[in-house]
Nanobody
Framework: VQLVESGGGLVQAGGSLRLSCVAS????????MGWYRQAPGKEREWVAG???????NYADSLKGRFTISRDNAKNTVYLQMNSLKPEDSAHYYC????????????WGQGTQVIVSS
């Protein structure tokens, strides 16, 4: 399945964005969908994940600000980001797989988020 991310942009600190990840096929049978991000000069990091059963987990530093959800009918995974900070600026990517550390396929283009102070 191919994944296409969208919804990034420029936002002021404290603002919100909702990222979308649309799959080319059904995601209902995919065990795990996750969001990752990479800021310039930094390593890629895991942000959040959601299982096929709807269980979610988040990077500790993001709990309470980010919410991941999935709409199997639309083959789409979302990342709602609130109270954004400049340090949230990065390229955001979504991935499909078995867990946060076992994902499949090539990394897509991602969607860029820039948070101004």
């Amino acid at each position: 399945v191919q994944l296409v991310e969208s919804g990034g942009g420029l936002v002021q600190a404290g603002g919100s964005l909702r990222l979308s990840c649309v799959a080319s096929g059904s995601i209902s049978g995919i065990n795990y969908m996750g969001w990752y991000r990479q800021a310039p000069g930094k390593e890629r990091e895991w942000v959040a994940g959601i299982t096929s059963g709807g269980s979610t987990n988040y990077a500790d530093s993001l709990k309470g600000r980010f919410t991941i959800s999935r709409d199997n009918a639309k083959n789409t995974v979302y990342l709602q980001m609130n109270s954004l900070k400049p340090e949230d600026s990065a390229h955001y990517y979504c991935r499909a797989g078995l867990s946060s550390t076992i994902t499949f396929g090539s990394w897509g283009q991602g969607t860029q988020v820039i948070v101004s102070s």
